[in-house]
């Protein structure tokens, strides 16, 4: 087999939960090109779990869903040269879109998303045929090395135990109150990161304001770099987020904060453990449990 081409658009955590599959694809692949969002792309091929990264937006994928034929000179046609195994997760409910790929790489895997309770990276992993190969990623000594700096520059010490907190997450549903992240880290011994992404403002702000303890902000660091971050830290407690998936694969010890809903979007890695909490309200039982686990964590 001379490569493999992988397409999936999706965000930080939804590609994520498919590096179990992508590893998989990798190891029957001289080369595997990742097409993704850029940023996601460069996070992969620095973690090593792609060789080559490719920005979904310049495949020509939207020729598939028209009544034109895909012009041989086409990006996507370029690409599937080099590449006799195409696994997409994308695109799947529209038939002319499946069929139309099918007619340029006959053997493409075209895979639907998951209908069912089954973990979301488990139904990933399954779409290519492959066995379990969830061990963490270890980062390069170059990225840790990333993350050490980033984290003197917001004024970290250089020898304390670090915990990264994400109190953000892409959507209100997903985020916990703020003064739950408050309670259970006011007494742990360690140094307190807080990351803030783009979207994370407000949750990070609320929690800052709240906090009556020193907190280093880490504020839109590159991927990579927050990879480096996380895999040094001592544990990271956040909500369902990508960052909360990053933490997870880079194999640093994770209390992830989940809905009952969302529970089979967690994280594939065994050093990952998920609550489930009430994101509308906090509750008492509730804080109690994700501060004992925190404390058992650490």
Same mark, same amino acid.
């Given at each position: 087999?001379k490569?493999a081409?992988?397409?999936?658009?999706?965000?930080?955590?939804?590609?994520?939960?498919?590096?179990?599959? /992508?590893? =998989?694809?990798?190891? #029957? %692949?001289?080369?595997l090109?990742i097409?993704?969002?850029?940023?996601?792309?460069?996070? /992969?091929? %620095?973690?090593g779990? %792609?060789?080559? *990264? !490719?920005?979904?937006?310049?495949?020509?994928?939207?020729?598939?869903f028209?009544?034109?034929?895909?012009?041989?000179?086409?990006?996507?046609?370029? +690409?599937?040269?080099?590449a006799?195994?195409?696994?997409?997760?994308?695109?799947?409910?529209?038939?002319?879109?499946?069929r &139309?790929?099918?007619? /340029?790489?006959?053997?493409? !895997?075209?895979a *639907?998303?998951?209908? #069912?309770?089954m973990p979301?990276?488990? +139904?990933?992993?399954?779409?290519?045929g492959? #066995?379990?190969?969830r061990?963490?990623?270890?980062p390069?000594? $170059?990225?840790?090395?990333?993350?050490? &700096?980033?984290?003197r520059?917001?004024?970290?010490?250089? $020898?304390?135990r670090?915990l990264?907190?994400?109190?953000g997450a892409?959507?209100?549903?997903k985020?916990?109150?703020?003064?739950?992240?408050?309670?259970?880290?006011?007494?742990?011994?360690a140094?307190l990161?807080? +990351?803030?992404g783009?979207?994370?403002?407000?949750?990070?702000r =609320?929690?800052?304001?709240?906090?009556?303890?020193?907190?280093?902000?880490?504020?839109?660091?590159?991927?990579?770099?927050l990879a480096?971050?996380?895999?040094?830290? =001592?544990?990271?407690?956040?909500?369902d #987020?990508?960052?909360?998936?990053?933490?997870? =694969?880079?194999?640093?010890?994770s209390?992830?904060?989940?809905?009952?809903?969302?529970?089979?979007? &967690?994280?594939?890695? *065994?050093?990952?453990h998920c609550?489930? !909490?009430t994101?509308?309200?906090? !509750?008492?039982?509730?804080?109690?449990?994700?501060?004992?686990?925190?404390? $058992?964590?650490?």
């Amino acid at each position: 087999m001379k490569g493999a081409l992988v397409i999936h658009p999706g965000a930080l955590g939804d590609v994520l939960l498919a590096v179990p599959a /992508l590893r =998989a694809l990798r190891a #029957s %692949a001289t080369v595997l090109t990742i097409a993704a969002q850029p940023r996601i792309g460069a996070l /992969l091929v %620095a973690l090593g779990v %792609a060789d080559r *990264a !490719v920005a979904f937006d310049t495949l020509g994928l939207d020729g598939l869903f028209g009544d034109a034929s895909l012009a041989p000179h086409a990006p996507l046609a370029r +690409h599937l040269i080099d590449a006799p195994r195409v696994v997409c997760w994308f695109g799947a409910r529209d038939a002319d879109f499946t069929r &139309r790929l099918r007619a /340029l790489a006959p053997d493409a !895997v075209v895979a *639907a998303p998951t209908t #069912s309770a089954m973990p979301v990276w488990q +139904h990933l992993l399954q779409t290519t045929g492959a #066995s379990d190969a969830r061990e963490p990623i270890t980062p390069t000594p $170059a990225l840790l090395d990333d993350g050490r &700096r980033a984290l003197r520059g917001i004024g970290w010490d250089g $020898a304390s135990r670090v915990l990264v907190l994400h109190p953000g997450a892409g959507g209100v549903g997903k985020r916990w109150p703020s003064d739950g992240f408050v309670r259970v880290v006011e007494k742990v011994d360690a140094t307190l990161v807080v +990351h803030q992404g783009p979207a994370d403002a407000e949750a990070v702000r =609320a929690f800052v304001e709240r906090i009556r303890r020193p907190v280093l902000r880490l504020v839109d660091p590159s991927l990579p770099t927050l990879a480096g971050v996380l895999a040094g830290a =001592a544990g990271y407690l956040g909500n369902d #987020s990508g960052v909360s998936h990053l933490a997870a =694969a880079v194999g640093t010890p994770s209390l992830v904060l989940f809905t009952e809903a969302a529970l089979p979007w &967690r994280p594939w890695s *065994a050093t990952a453990h998920c609550l489930m !909490v009430t994101t509308t309200e906090l !509750v008492g039982a509730e804080w109690l449990a994700v501060r004992a686990a925190l404390s $058992a964590m650490l």
